[in-house]
């Protein structure tokens, strides 16, 4: 697999602090791919940055009311065109709504609405979650998936998005149904991962790479 984005790359990256993300790991792996990255829990720390990742972990109503005071300010650098990169429940946070939130009673819960779809739970006789290494299957060009069609990430959920649109599909992945892994907005600057690149070696370093340079390149 090549790791051949530049080594002198350098963006400067809030990785967003609402309450509900892996932020260390996120932080070291970004790091390691040569940005200089802020966490913050101030929605105003968004508006000078290149990139923007939102993590995540746990349920999507949950991570909907936590993430409430920055949905304007995210909202806003999607629609300035900078990059936006959601993980896990970060990625599910970027459609519509969740049956997710359904199932647990919060009723028709609202997210992001970046990318027009919604997020649906697992079916038939596949053990949920799914979790541990799967491969990713490029379906389309995006700089976010350079050089990893083929590799293994390692997954851990029980949800996975639907989006509205067969073009807002990157990459997929086959769990007892095939589902979107990698997924992004019309433009190309709002997008996610069902997996969590910061806990998938080489291959999530390598996708760690390639937004520093998608922000550094904007």
Not at 34 to 61: Q, R
Not at 191 to 215: A, M, Y
Request: proline share 5%; aromatic share 8%; glycine share 12%.
């Amino acid at each position: 697999m090549s790791t051949t984005a530049s080594e002198q790359t350098t963006a400067s990256v809030v990785v967003v602090d609402y309450g509900l993300g892996n932020l260390r790991s996120v932080t070291r792996g970004l790091e390691r791919a040569n940005a200089a990255v802020t966490i913050s829990d101030d929605p105003g720390a968004l508006d000078d940055a290149d990139g923007i990742v939102l993590p995540g972990v746990g349920a999507f109503g949950d991570g909907m009311e936590n993430a409430g005071p920055f949905r304007d300010a995210l909202s806003d650098a999607a629609a300035d065109g900078r990059p936006l990169f959601g993980i896990c429940l970060g990625m599910q946070m970027l459609l519509t709504t969740s049956e997710e939130a359904e199932r647990e009673g919060q009723g028709d819960v609202e997210g992001l609405d970046l990318v027009p779809g919604r997020n649906v739970r697992f079916h038939g006789d596949v053990k949920v979650p799914h979790m541990g290494w799967n491969e990713l299957d490029v379906t389309r060009d995006h700089p976010l998936v350079a050089d990893v069609d083929g590799e293994y990430a390692y997954f851990v959920h029980s949800y996975y998005a639907e989006p509205d649109s067969p073009d807002h599909v990157v990459a997929e992945t086959d769990y007892g149904t095939t589902f979107p892994s990698v997924v992004a907005n019309d433009e190309g600057n709002v997008f996610g991962t069902q997996f969590h690149p910061e806990k998938s070696g080489e291959t999530g370093l390598q996708i760690l790479r390639n937004f520093v340079d998608i922000c550094a390149n904007q």
